[in-house]
């Protein structure tokens, strides 16, 4: 039986977690460590499918400052991320820009948006 130790970082608790694999079970992972239901899937899903919401800048025109704060509007395979981030290097918007507009729309076909985080002028 293999046993992996990650840090929960659903919430700011920060549990260390213990993800083994158990074939002998209903449930393909047992978890421990966990001090909350959210972190048993978290450890799952970090086993399984581990997924990240990605946060990054892009260049903007014509505004006060050259950087634009995005995000993804959920989250994207943590295996993606570089790909998303050569993606997202090669944007450039003009301003005016609001809060939520989305600036990359379902970036590499995961059906996530790259959105910013913040409006500028």
Known sequence: MSCKEIICIVCP???????????NMEEVYEVAGNKCPRGKVYGINEMV???RV???????????LK??????????????????MEVINKVKVASPVNMGDVI????????????ASRSMR
């Open 67 to 84: 950087r634009l704060p995005v995000k993804t509007n959920g989250v994207v395979p943590k295996d993606k991320i570089f790909q998303c």
């Open 104 to 115: 990359v729309s379902n970036i590499l076909n995961t059906g996530v948006d790259i959105v």
């Open 49 to 51: 499918n581990p997924t």
């Open 54 to 64: 990605l946060t990054t800048t892009i260049k903007i025109e014509n505004a006060p």
């Open 13 to 23: 608790m920060g549990c260390h977690l213990q993800v083994a694999e158990n074939p």
